[in-house]
């Protein structure tokens, strides 16, 4: 089994117009996938790149549900929106697996996971094991969540990965990403760093300067890498471009171009 997450960054542009969707990349990663498929198992967790982060945002779903009916009615209002974006991105992800004859199939994050402070604290992964079991290709999404101590959260498709990867045990773990992998400084200005071993993780926080060991990152690349830690116990884990045609073929193949994240 192989798990791919597909970056907000690789279908949408974060900061172009709200829910702008690259049908194309799209297409082409599930054509790639497709010539692996159905000798290989796939599940697909996608981001919410131009879809749910602006909801997210103008609704401020991260502080949780306030006291007070007012606030809170906004709120729920805004919970409903972000996820109501991410299932029209998600919907756009199945439409494209369906044209090259891929039998995905939507599974709702929020219907099946529930977090305690974003980090997943219960989650239901048989109706994706079996789906899995009889081919199905199920596609998550990062999505909001009901928190147990925050009421509500956002549940982001790095974090879902982390926990799939404990409980299904994947032979690998790919990231697709808008850059080549793993650079050891600002993508443009440090090395890509094509080899990465769990225990220079610590080493790569510190330079490029999220806070030590991990509790405390936020967002971005310091997230990314924080639940790329916790993988890696598990899993092979694979950085890859996956704007550029082949990457993820050679991180399927494991003679791909980008970072390798090994034990
Ligand atoms: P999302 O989590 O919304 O789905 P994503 O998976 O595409 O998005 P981001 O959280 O946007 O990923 O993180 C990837 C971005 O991190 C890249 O676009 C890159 O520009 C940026 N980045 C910053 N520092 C680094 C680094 N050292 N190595 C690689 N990428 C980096
Ligand atoms: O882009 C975030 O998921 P991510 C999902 O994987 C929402 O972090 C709803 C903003």
Redesign the pocket.
């Known amino acids: 089994m192989i798990i791919v997450?597909i970056?907000?960054?690789?279908f949408s542009d974060?900061k172009g117009d709200p829910e702008n969707f690259d049908v194309e990349t799209v297409r082409r990663i599930a054509k790639e996938i497709a010539g692996f498929y159905p000798a290989e198992d796939f599940i697909i967790v996608?981001?919410?790149?131009s879809f749910g982060?602006p909801e997210a945002k103008r609704y401020g779903i991260r502080e949780g549900l306030p006291e007070g009916w007012e606030n809170a009615h906004r709120k729920r209002i805004g919970f409903t929106l972000t996820h109501q974006a991410m299932l029209r991105a998600n919907a756009k992800f199945i439409e494209a697996f369906v044209a090259e004859n891929l039998p995905a199939f939507s599974v709702s994050t929020s219907s099946i996971f529930i977090t305690e402070n974003g980090d997943v604290a219960y989650g239901d992964v048989e109706v994706i094991q079996r789906l899995v079991d009889l081919r199905f290709i199920p596609v998550l999404f990062?999505d909001v969540s009901i928190d147990l101590a925050k009421g509500i959260e956002i549940l982001?498709?790095?974090q879902i990965i982390t926990y799939l990867a404990k409980m299904l045990e994947p032979k690998k773990v790919i990231?697709l990403?808008?850059?080549d992998?793993?650079?050891?400084?600002?993508?443009g200005e440090?090395k890509l760093i094509q080899n990465l071993r769990l225990d220079e993780i610590d080493g790569l926080f510190e330079r490029?300067s999220c806070i030590a060991s991990g509790t405390d990152v936020t967002?971005?690349?310091c997230?990314?890498l924080r639940e790329a830690k916790k993988i890696a116990c598990f899993s092979e884990v694979w950085?890859v471009n996956g704007k550029v045609p082949g990457r993820l073929s050679g991180a399927i193949r494991g003679d791909g171009f980008g970072t390798v994240l090994r034990e």
């Open positions: 997450k970056g907000g960054s690789v974060k996608h981001g919410g790149g982060h990062g982001s498709g790095d990231f990403m808008d850059v992998g793993i650079y050891d400084g600002k993508p440090g490029l967002g971005g690349i997230n990314k950085f």
